[in-house]
């Protein structure tokens, strides 16, 4: 379920880069929180099914 976040993350990420500065630091944001949570999920040891 972590991976799945982190996915949608990453592709409101894109979604924001490409319509331009709409919404500010905002998508920045969500970047550094997939970032997080793919660093997170490797840490803890988890395989990705």
Do not use: E, F, N, P
Request: hydrophobic share 70%; net charge positive; no cysteine.
């Amino acid at each position: 379920m972590l991976l799945t976040i982190a996915i949608i993350l990453l592709a409101l990420w894109a979604v924001g880069l490409l319509t331009g500065y709409t919404l500010g630091g905002l998508v920045h944001v969500l970047i550094v929180i997939a970032i997080v949570a793919v660093i997170y999920r490797l840490i803890s040891g988890r395989r990705i099914a």
